[in-house]
């Protein structure tokens, strides 16, 4: 697995935060997992409880049949989305194919990819509707009320105790978790735990002086700054979602507008004003990565043009090896949205994504990798190999008339169910 400045091999970040050492995790070629960004690599996935799981190269396996060894050729030399991973075993290369010059991969085409259907029985751990409640918090009573939230945590994630998680997160946030700790239990691990340090709280209000989240900023220098979206729902403070920016340094954090009393301003989806609506932004960049189409409204980074450009990268290996790739990106939850200092805004916004891989012609194998090859039990398939994902994102939109870019500022992805036949 191919890492990042920021990603020490002998470390593993967790979203609570506690930074745990790896142990026996074995070489680092034997655990490399394609589709896992290589800005957020200090989430390896066998140990990610919230945690951001990121990447390096797919790996293609290209069997000669008088060959003993498989020579390897590496798919993937960018940063990867976090989490697609597969390698092909092919069959020999027919002759008309390898005559005259070695082969090159085809390039990559900008039309609109496939659209993966969504697996037919999602999986049971799905959580319900987040139904938020308004308060009127303090932004000290939300320091206290964070604290607790991460103590708590920290031990739910030590004993991986997935109905006390439930206590902690809900909708997708929760169902990302239970299904780390399903994985961890599955591999024979445990999850890392401990809080963030020094947390910067954020309470955006309405125009009725209301709220039903919160935001958490905490920066650990030379390992991520993560942001923590908490909610008021009826059972009380929830984790909503979680994302982090593993670079170093982290791209600068548009500045957080409040009012003379410290207040931050809660903005809804269809806000004006703006590049677009948070909601409208939010969208654009699932359909990007999706279609694997560059949006020219983006800046380029590892989850926007980076990530297109190893779907395409990822895409060339399969039909190679006789493969199809299909991709879905289906936005999942509210769009929150927070005022910066010029006018901006910073969302954070949810998504399912399915990669699902077809075979067009007997010959080829795929066997997926990371915490997908642990769902599958590490079988090789050679009909189809999907893989579902629980994605969060964190975003920048400058305001309308401005010639900056809009920023993604961060992510979390978590496997939540792996299929082969």
Known sequence: MSRHASDPPDKLVWPSGRIGVAAGRGSE??????????ASGWRKAALTGVVLAVAGGAGIWVAGSGSQEPGTMLVNSTPAPARSDWEAVLPPPEQEETAGSSWKPPAASAEKTEKAEPPAEPSASTGPRVETRPSRLTVKEAQQVHDQHARNLSITQFTMDSRAMSKLEQGLALEMSQANFETARMQGTKVPAGPWPKPKVW??????????????????????????VMTHTSAGWRLTAFTADPRTPPAA???IATDTGGYATSLPENASGLLATPRQIAQAHLESLESTTPDPRFAGGPWTDEAVRFWRQERAQLERAGW????SYLPEGPVRSIMTSDGGALI????RSTDLREARRDGATVTLKGAAAVRTGGESFARSASVTYGRMYAAYIPPAG???????????????ESHGT
């Not at 070629?29 to 290589?38: C, F, G, I, K, M």
């Not at 199809?324 to 991709?327: E, H, N, T, V």
């Open 29 to 38: 070629d034997e655990d490399r997992e394609p589709e896992r960004l290589a």
């Open 203 to 228: 309470v955006p209000r309405d125009t009725k002086g209301t709220t039903d989240w919160f935001l958490a900023v905490s920066h650990q220098q030379g390992v991520a700054r993560v942001s923590k």
């Open 253 to 255: 954090l548009p500045g």
């Open 324 to 327: 199809r790739l299909s991709l």
């Open 348 to 351: 954070w916004y949810g998504a």
């Open 402 to 416: 401005s010639n900056e870019k809009v920023r993604v500022l961060g992510e979390w992805s978590e496997v939540l």
